[in-house]
């Protein structure tokens, strides 16, 4: 079995690596991974056939002379290729994780750097076990700056993820109510997102901290390097100043400008002053700052506005916690609107606390004004409530469709196994 450093004179040579034969494109280093329900060994033979260089593969049976590799574990063999790849860059690499807005804020980070800097990110939300190691390998020798997304949903894992990918900076969003199930209550959230803080305190890293939130700055104690940013206090410092519907800000301080999105929701408030810290930080002009981010514009189910006819919609439905669904359903009430129609989907992975969050969900509903709500799957077609309830985002699409609303504002939000976009797609 061929060792790391042999492996990854072969990926210099093949630098392009692929876990999916129908993305896969000649050249490529084919990872057969093993899941529950699937073996990528028993791939080997149509990659090979649809152009792979190399096939890494932990299961002889599969060999084919010439065209695999064989090793002990596939997946580790990944990991360890990435943590490799990253020990030959001597740049800043700063991961983002947190509870909710970690992808919105990754991508608004990206686009400011990229204003100024060569900057490397993780594609969609490809922030896990596999997709971190994947983002670690697509970063060229060009790299000035990396931003990699860790997404998690039990303990320890966000130190796997700092043990081959090596951050230098860290940013932990927020520590809400997702994944209970699997962090065991709130406390672990703050545990498990916290081993971010933990790993850049043993290497004297830098922590950009959102000083609104007092949490963050007790987690972010005792790391060496700290820049802040918040309403009131911080390295930079800003305010909301419309969210009708799009964000509106201002950046108060030494520099002052004036910050017009294309981000619906005053939630994402902490998003964009991280984008402008982090800017900062890195020695980015103001003008470039406010001309990235006001470019940017949302997709993938986060935060988007789509208008169809009179009606509008915001259309949030990447995924739901307890926390997301307050702030959007908060958000959507403070509209300037004459008709508001909620469009929600169940919450998954809440575990024990599944219903009483439901439950705490449908209590908010109940003291705001709505022109109609619809609740959608999961614990909230088990509870009693006076509105509108489907098993499903197919029947809950029929029955807009039969529907006859004019001028009307809908928000739609919903976990993503409820495939709540559904709804509103042809």
Avoid at 349 to 356: K, Q, R, T
Avoid at 371 to 384: H, P, T
Wanted: some cysteine; overall charge neutral; aromatic content about 10%.
């Amino acid at each position: 079995m061929p060792t790391i450093e042999e492996l990854y004179q072969i990926y210099l040579k093949h630098p392009s690596v692929q876990t999916d034969t129908r993305k896969l494109k000649p050249g490529d280093i084919f990872f057969a991974l093993k899941g529950e329900n699937f073996n990528g060994n028993a791939f080997a033979k149509q990659a090979v056939e649809a152009g792979a260089a190399y096939v890494v593969i932990d299961d002889a049976a599969y060999e084919i002379s010439g065209k695999t590799i064989l090793v002990d574990n596939v997946l580790e063999c990944l990991q360890q290729l990435a943590h490799h790849h990253r020990q030959q860059f001597q740049i800043p690499f700063i991961a983002i994780t947190g509870s909710n807005g970690k992808t919105t804020t990754k991508e608004l980070i990206h686009a400011v750097l990229s204003s100024k800097y060569k900057t490397y990110t993780t594609e969609g939300n490809l922030n896990n076990h596999i997709g971190i190691p994947l983002t670690l390998l697509k970063i060229k020798a060009d790299a000035e700056i990396a931003v990699i997304e860790m997404g998690a949903n039990h303990q320890k894992e966000i130190e796997s993820y700092c043990r081959y990918a090596l951050p230098t900076h860290g940013l932990i969003t927020n520590c809400g109510k997702a994944h209970l199930e699997g962090f065991g209550g709130a406390a672990g959230v703050r545990k498990g997102k916290g081993e971010l803080f933990d790993y850049l305190k043993t290497i004297e890293g830098t922590a950009f901290i959102f000083n609104d939130y007092d949490y963050l700055k007790e987690m972010s104690a005792g790391i060496s390097h700290i820049y802040s940013y918040g309403s009131n206090d911080g390295d930079i410092t800003g305010k909301m100043l419309s969210s009708e519907p799009y964000l509106e800000t201002a950046i108060t301080g030494k520099n002052t400008f004036h910050i017009q999105t294309q981000l619906v929701g005053s939630y994402n408030f902490p998003n964009v002053l991280a984008a402008v810290c982090v800017g900062q930080y890195f020695k980015i002009a103001a003008d470039k700052i406010k001309w990235a981010i006001e470019n940017y514009t949302p997709s993938n189910s986060r935060s988007q506005l789509i208008n169809k006819g009179s009606n509008r919609f915001i259309l949030d439905a990447y995924n739901a916690n307890p926390s997301s669904m307050k702030l959007a359903i908060e958000n959507f009430a403070n509209l300037k609107s004459e008709k508001k129609v909620l469009l929600l989907g169940a919450m998954a992975e809440l575990g024990e606390e599944s219903v009483a969050e439901h439950e705490a969900i449908i209590k908010l509903i109940q003291s705001k004004n709505w022109e109609k709500v619809v609740l959608v799957g999961g614990d909230f077609i088990k509870l009693s409530h006076p509105f509108l309830s489907f098993s499903n985002s197919d029947e809950a699409k029929t029955w807009l469709q039969n529907q006859k609303f004019e001028n009307t504002d809908f928000l739609v939000k919903g976990s993503r196994s409820m495939q709540m976009e559904k709804i509103i797609t042809e």
